[in-house]
């Protein structure tokens, strides 16, 4: 049997040859295999209601919050609060201090809670709301996504999330008044840590 020659022209019914049509630039054939991948991906996130792609900016400060806390030092944490200008708003006092305020706030009284807090919910997927007209830095990014959910609607996956970020009592306690009251992250789309605060 004779090898196929793929170099031949395919040959139509009534034996006239019909060139093979065929991408002569790879860069063509690359950009036709990428496109179809990214519509893959997309519609698949799309489907399995993935978390929001974060923006460098967003991904770097998040990176240095999470490098901070994972030290176990809070005065770590000072280095990611100075990036910022006000600094983020906590709702504690004394607000010239965050660290001091942070502290104070923690039941352990060294900080160690509210450490474990924020690397908990920063490994958690956050919900993206808009907020203002600027096309490309019009969103803010809130942690833990939960803080956004309808709490009396949960899949049975959320309501897993949702004890590994606090216990019984308190899921119960937001579940009766229908909004989330444990601790928030946000940062900005240009990489502002904006607030690290219990929700009102």
């Given at each position: 049997m004779?090898?196929?020659?793929?170099?031949?022209?395919?040959?139509?019914?009534?034996?006239?040859?019909?060139?093979?049509?065929?991408?002569?630039?790879p860069a063509t054939l690359l950009v036709v295999?990428?496109?179809?991948?990214?519509?893959?991906?997309?519609?698949?996130?799309?489907?399995?209601?993935?978390?929001?792609?974060?923006p460098q900016n967003v991904a770097e400060m998040r990176d240095v919050i999470l490098s901070a806390v994972r030290s176990g030092k809070l005065e770590d944490l000072r280095s990611a609060l100075d990036m910022n200008e006000p600094k983020p708003e906590t709702g504690l006092a004394p607000a010239d201090d965050p660290i001091a305020a942070l502290k104070a706030a923690s039941a352990d009284g060294r900080g160690l809670e509210l450490l474990a807090v924020i690397a908990e919910t920063l490994e958690m997927p956050p919900a993206a709301l808009p907020l203002g007209k600027d096309l490309e830095n019009n969103l803010i990014y809130v942690w833990p996504y939960l803080a956004e959910r309808t709490?009396?609607?949960?899949?049975?996956?959320?309501?897993?999330?949702?004890?590994?970020?606090?216990?019984?009592?308190?899921?119960?306690?937001?579940?009766?008044?229908?909004?989330?009251?444990?601790?928030?992250?946000?940062?900005?789309?240009?990489?502002?840590?904006?607030?690290?605060?219990?929700?009102?």
């Open positions: 004779r090898p196929l020659d793929y170099r031949k022209p395919a040959s139509t019914t009534d034996g006239q040859s019909q060139p093979r049509r065929r991408f002569t630039n295999v990428v496109a179809g991948l990214v519509h893959c991906l997309a519609a698949h996130a799309a489907d399995s209601g993935a978390a929001p792609v974060l709490l009396d609607a949960l899949t049975a996956r959320e309501e897993v999330d949702l004890y590994r970020l606090v216990g019984h009592a308190k899921v119960v306690e937001m579940r009766e008044k229908k909004r989330w009251t444990w601790w928030r992250l946000i940062i900005a789309a240009d990489g502002t840590w904006v607030a690290f605060k219990k929700a009102d």
